[in-house]
T-cell receptor
């Protein structure tokens, strides 16, 4: 079946540090891949997405590249800020299904000043 | 409205009671999804509505869970005879269509605590 695996958190970094949150997936066919972010007390928000192999999604300084050969979609940011502290979810959806998202467990990021 | 609205934001109920959770999607969004977010479990798909089509109920964990969507707009998720393992945040999302094309908008969720 389809599934998403994320690195376990929490991840604690100092401000301006480099961030990587690993995400790998298992899916038949050609999924679309997403990163969602949940800031404290708020709903989930789409951060970025990629719909085909080798696509790079980017937003707010975050990037992730759809790697079909390694079935990965790792999230990176060159210099994190305290305001990036949140829970990050990797997700996939299949074009042939209803469009429902399959989420990873979530990774909590805490950035300290 | 401007966003997806869920009510109540918090609900504490006694084990064995029934609860109803409400979702008001963005006006004009034909797709509506319910997810459950449990501590340490990530987000679990529950049910999907698309226009007038039969809903995809494949994620409902037991027959105690049901959902309806009236007039293609407001949706209600009902949990009968609540159990402690039902404690979670229940999230609703709406979309113009498939996520990979249009994207979802999530509500802030209803935190359900069964005591």
């Amino acid at each position: 079946g389809n599934s998403v695996t994320q690195m376990e958190g929490p991840v604690t970094l100092s401000e301006e540090a480099f961030l990587t949150i690993n995400c790998t997936y298992t899916a038949t066919g050609y999924p679309s891949l997403f990163w969602y972010v949940q800031y404290p007390g708020e709903g989930l928000q789409l951060l970025l997405k990629a719909t085909k192999a080798d696509d790079k999604g980017s937003n707010k300084g975050f990037e992730a590249t759809y790697r079909k050969e390694t079935t990965s979609f790792h999230l990176e940011k060159g210099s994190v800020q305290v305001s990036d502290s949140a829970v990050y979810f990797c997700a996939l959806t299949r074009t042939s299904n209803t469009g429902k998202l399959i989420f990873g467990q979530g990774t909590t990021l805490q950035v300290k000043p | 409205g401007a966003g997806v609205s869920q009510s109540p934001s918090n609900k504490v109920t006694e084990k064995g009671k029934d609860v109803e959770l409400r979702c008001d999607p963005i006006s004009g969004h034909t797709a509506l999804y319910w997810y459950r977010q449990s501590l340490g479990q990530g987000l679990e798909f529950l049910i999907y509505f698309q226009g007038n089509s039969a809903p995809d109920k494949s994620g409902l964990p037991s027959d105690r869970f049901s959902a309806e969507r009236t007039g293609g707009s407001v949706s209600t998720l009902t949990i009968q005879r609540t159990q402690q393992e039902d404690s979670a945040v229940y999230l609703c999302a709406s979309s113009l269509g498939r996520e990979q094309v249009y994207g979802y908008t999530f509500g802030s969720g209803t935190r359900l605590t069964v005591v």
